[in-house]
């Protein structure tokens, strides 16, 4: 699919991991290894299947295993580094990026999580609908490790709750957005903030939409998903055949003896 080939895609690739530091003490959580695979080419590969040849990583923590490990070229995809010198936030991250972004539109992804979903149906809607900013919001069963995002009718945003404020069934934030480069100018002036907690409730009023659309997720954040994930996997075969390649996760260690058997269950 070449119609997206002119989007920039982002990868915030930074987090200090540190709930995920007792399973994988040497490595940033996106290389974690899922079926053999750094778990960053998990999102590698869906921003290539709609097209996107053109990813910048915004790196931070063990910023020069990432970019040894993926390189400048991924398959057919061109990868660049935004390299920060200190925690920015997801926000900072971002902005930190601003001049590698080549296109108007642009999208974002966390680089812990994975949302189960063909991205060209959200670039599509975007498209049509003309939004600034749009957040991929799915569905789950338990919104308090999350927090919770209430939207209007129309997918207009119009609240978001913090985590563990609440629980039940819910829409959470997927970890996926679709952006406007203008909103560069709406960003704080601030060169740390959080997109999440910070510049997106800032939003609210004005053209944010959430697009909602449930699906199966999964956050390797914490080590009871990062344990769950290779059967998350599994369930998407696809993902491991169909666009299978050649990087291992060669000297990665995984500390299998911290309380697996608890995350199993």
Same mark, same amino acid.
């Given at each position: 699919?070449?119609?997206?080939?002119?989007?920039?895609?982002?990868?915030?690739?930074?987090?200090?991991?540190?709930?995920?530091? /007792?399973? %994988?003490?040497?490595? =940033?959580?996106?290389?974690?290894?899922?079926?053999?695979? =750094?778990?960053?080419?998990?999102?590698?590969?869906?921003?290539?299947?709609?097209? %996107?040849?053109?990813?910048?990583?915004?790196?931070?923590?063990?910023?020069? !295993?990432?970019?040894?490990?993926?390189?400048?070229? *991924?398959?057919?995809?061109?990868?660049? *580094?935004?390299? $920060?010198?200190?925690?920015?936030?997801?926000?900072?991250?971002?902005?930190?990026?601003? $001049?590698? !972004?080549?296109?108007?539109?642009?999208?974002?992804?966390?680089?812990?999580?994975?949302?189960?979903?063909?991205? /060209?149906?959200?670039?599509?809607?975007?498209?049509?609908?003309?939004?600034?900013?749009?957040?991929?919001?799915?569905?789950?069963?338990?919104?308090?490790?999350?927090?919770?995002?209430?939207?209007?009718?129309?997918?207009?945003?119009?609240?978001?709750?913090?985590?563990?404020?609440?629980?039940?069934?819910?829409?959470?934030?997927?970890?996926?957005?679709?952006?406007?480069?203008?909103?560069?100018?709406?960003? =704080?002036?601030?060169? /740390?903030?959080?997109? $999440?907690?910070?510049?997106? =409730?800032?939003?609210?009023?004005?053209?944010?939409?959430?697009?909602?659309? $449930?699906?199966?997720? &999964?956050?390797?954040?914490?080590?009871?998903?990062?344990?769950?994930?290779?059967?998350?996997? /599994?369930?998407?075969?696809?993902?491991?055949?169909?666009?299978?390649?050649?990087?291992?996760?060669?000297? &990665?260690?995984?500390?299998?003896?911290?309380?697996?058997?608890?995350?199993?269950?």
């Amino acid at each position: 699919m070449q119609r997206f080939n002119g989007v920039s895609g982002v990868i915030l690739a930074g987090g200090l991991g540190t709930r995920l530091r /007792s399973v %994988i003490p040497d490595h =940033p959580k996106v290389l974690a290894p899922i079926h053999g695979r =750094p778990f960053i080419t998990i999102l590698l590969d869906q921003l290539r299947a709609v097209g %996107i040849n053109r990813i910048i990583l915004c790196t931070g923590y063990k910023a020069r !295993i990432v970019r040894d490990r993926i390189g400048e070229k *991924y398959k057919n995809v061109n990868i660049l *580094y935004s390299e $920060e010198s200190q925690p920015l936030g997801t926000g900072g991250a971002i902005k930190l990026a601003q $001049e590698k !972004i080549s296109s108007e539109i642009f999208v974002v992804m966390n680089g812990d999580s994975y949302v189960n979903a063909k991205l /060209s149906r959200f670039f599509n809607w975007f498209e049509s609908s003309r939004h600034t900013a749009a957040i991929f919001l799915t569905k789950v069963d338990n919104i308090k490790r999350y927090g919770h995002v209430v939207t209007s009718k129309n997918g207009k945003i119009k609240k978001f709750i913090e985590k563990e404020s609440s629980s039940g069934p819910g829409w959470i934030n997927a970890g996926v957005y679709l952006l406007n480069k203008k909103l560069f100018k709406l960003m =704080p002036e601030t060169e /740390s903030f959080s997109l $999440e907690k910070d510049f997106f =409730p800032s939003l609210i009023g004005r053209d944010l939409f959430g697009y909602l659309h $449930e699906t199966e997720f &999964i956050d390797i954040g914490i080590p009871k998903s990062f344990f769950q994930a290779e059967k998350f996997f /599994s369930s998407l075969s696809f993902v491991f055949k169909a666009n299978a390649h050649k990087t291992q996760c060669r000297n &990665i260690n995984v500390n299998y003896n911290s309380q697996k058997a608890t995350y199993d269950n």
